[in-house]
């Protein structure tokens, strides 16, 4: 396996006007038959802002996808900044990700699951997280992914203060347990879906801890304990592969709570002054037709919507 092919930014921009047009398209197909059979209303009451949604996800990937690819940054600088970063662990006396990595090193079964749960893990999680908390959790859905958008952004930001993985510095002893076993997701550098000298801050430990922290906050079930270990889990995985640095993952957990806090603090003044992220033009137009009412432009979000909205609050 040498580097994963994900999708790429202009497919994801396709996607993103695709599903752009399905909203728009339903919006008017609803608006145009508000006496058309229920089953059918209901789906498209459905599928308009789930498309809408998608549309968002989409667009905010391909960004994602484009910011990596831009000619800004030089990797001089990037070893070295490594070697200073070890060197401050030191200071801090954190464990070393070497002594991680010598444990398992001579079990075979244990690299081969530390690897693929490093290569397999990280991005299905995140998107069955997004769906479970959407399609069960609608009311808690948009804190927790503008937390993610605001914590990816961030990490797009410092990505441009190049620091080497440990897996780059032979001379410490680390190595590349993802190529050593045949899982390499990344491939050569310059190569493959990531930028192997981004290492600070961790997109996979910022990603996990969306997960973990986001079921463990919204879900009362008993099992949101088992998903909480998503996150420690990931931490040890991205240090014993040699992928991350402690601190890596600890910028990463600040920025998804200072992500998260913003959001807090911002979207009820939003709301109160009425300039609230627009979600429901689609909606609009179709509850407009239903009502006899004229479609408004813009819809705030709520900050606390009724418990009668129909969504459920059980996992």
């Known amino acids: 396996m040498d580097g994963l092919q994900w999708v790429t930014w202009d497919q994801a921009t396709i996607g993103a006007i695709v599903s752009v047009c399905v909203a728009f398209a339903a919006a008017r197909w609803r608006a145009a038959h508000p006496d058309g059979q229920r089953h059918v209303a209901r789906a498209l009451d459905a599928v308009i802002p789930a498309a809408r949604e998608l549309s968002f996800v989409a667009a905010i990937y391909a960004i994602w996808r484009v910011a990596r690819t831009l000619p800004l940054t ?68 948009r804190h927790w992914r503008t937390g993610l958008a605001l914590l990816t952004a961030a990490c797009l930001v410092i990505r441009f203060f190049r620091v080497a993985p440990p897996r780059f510095l032979p001379e410490l002893g680390f190595v590349d347990l993802s190529e050593r076993v045949g899982m390499n997701v990344y491939g050569p550098v310059g190569t493959g879906v990531s930028d192997q000298f981004a290492a600070m801050p961790s997109i996979h430990v910022g990603w996990a801890a969306v997960v973990a922290l986001g079921v463990f906050r919204v879900s009362p079930s008993r099992w949101r304990w088992l998903i909480v270990l998503h996150l420690p889990v990931t931490m040890w995985v991205v240090a014993a592969t040699g992928h991350h640095w402690w601190l890596d993952g600890i910028v990463a957990l600040v920025l998804l709570w200072a992500g998260l806090a913003l959001d807090t603090r911002l979207r009820p003044a939003l709301a109160g002054a009425g300039l609230a992220v627009p979600v429901s033009v689609f909606d609009g137009a179709a509850t407009a037709a239903s009502t006899g009412a004229a479609a408004p432009a813009l819809v705030p979000v709520p900050v606390n919507p009724p418990a009668e909205s129909g969504v459920s609050r059980r996992p």
């Open 74 to 141: 030089q990797d001089e600088g990037a070893l070295e900044r490594a070697r200073t970063l070890a060197r401050i662990q030191d200071w801090f006396f954190l464990p070393t990700e070497l002594s991680i990595q010598q444990w398992i090193v001579d079990h075979e079964t244990l690299v081969e699951w530390t690897a693929g749960y490093y290569a397999v893990v990280h991005v299905p999680s995140l998107i069955a997280f997004l769906i479970w908390l959407w399609v069960r959790h609608r009311d808690d859905y």
